[in-house]
């Protein structure tokens, strides 16, 4: 079942990304509007996927507190990245979701529409990203982030980029803590999807609390890569799923 639920995923997202993202650039002109209408559409179509996945047994998830999610506006949502199946799990319950994307990816014909619809950012020029960021905040959107860059790698010592700490100070917008754990090895790093655990993956993903950015910005004139490097040391003890709590 895990094959056919991926092939699922697969067509749907096809479809969507050739036909459904590209007909709303074409339709609506107003980019918050569209923004929002894809935004939500993508929370759908992901909820559709878990509860599929859920049915046939492929995997199980809780996601706790979400109704923080609800609370949130122009902040940054933080998270581990262990899986990846992390972004479809919590955009899915996500009100509004603003995600960085990389620059190649509007070279490619099936991701360069969504990414348009849906108002994604791509990452490339540094000053121009947090621009960008910094925009979005304001207007209250949400932007989720994966400051390790890339998934999890098992072995390897759990480290964080600055990227995220750099979008929220620059910007002084909250952050908000997600940690994701699961019980099983699936799809992480270096697993592909076919590397299927013998017991059924369960997901827990905590929706945590919010960190106030004023509390790392100092405002003696320090230096902002002095704020940066230590709400990256914050963070990186936050998610670490190996740190002492």
């Known amino acids: 079942m895990t094959g056919f639920s991926f092939c699922v995923f ?6 969507l990304s050739t036909f459904f993202f590209n007909l709303l650039n074409c339709v609506i002109r107003d980019d918050k509007k569209r923004h929002e209408l894809t935004q939500k559409s993508i929370r759908y179509s992901f909820k559709l996927f878990l509860l599929l996945t859920k049915i ?43 995600c960085i994307v990389k620059n190649t990816l509007l070279n490619n014909f099936f991701m360069k529409g969504v990414i ?8 490339n020029d540094p000053e121009q990203l947090l621009k960008d960021c910094h925009h979005c905040l304001v207007k209250g959107d949400m932007i989720l982030v994966f400051p390790e ?11 964080l980029q600055r990227g995220a700490a750099n979008i929220a100070i620059r910007s002084r917008a909250d952050i908000r803590i997600v940690s994701i754990f699961c019980s099983e090895v699936f799809l992480t790093k270096n697993k592909k999807w076919y590397h299927v655990p013998l017991r059924k993956p369960v997901f827990n993903i905590e929706v945590g609390r919010k960190l106030s950015i004023n509390s790392f910005i100092h405002e003696d004139g320090a230096s902002l890569a002095i ?13 670490d799923p190996n740190a002492e709590k």
């Not at 697969?10 to 479809?15: E, H, P, R, T």
């Not at 348009?116 to 990452?123: E, R, T, V």
């Not at 890339?150 to 480290?159: A, L, N, Q, S």
């Open 10 to 15: 697969g067509l749907g997202a096809l479809l």
């Open 227 to 239: 704020d940066v490097r230590k709400l990256t040391g914050y963070l990186t003890g936050l998610l």
């Open 56 to 98: 046939t047994g492929v995997l199980d998830y809780q996601i706790s507190n979400v109704e923080k999610l609800s609370e949130d506006d122009g902040c940054l949502v933080v998270a581990n990245h262990p899986n990846l199946l992390d972004y479809v799990l919590i955009t899915s319950v996500m009100p509004k979701c603003t």
């Open 116 to 123: 348009k619809a849906a108002g994604y950012i791509p990452n």
């Open 149 to 159: 860059g890339t998934r999890t790698v098992e072995g390897e010592p759990f480290k």
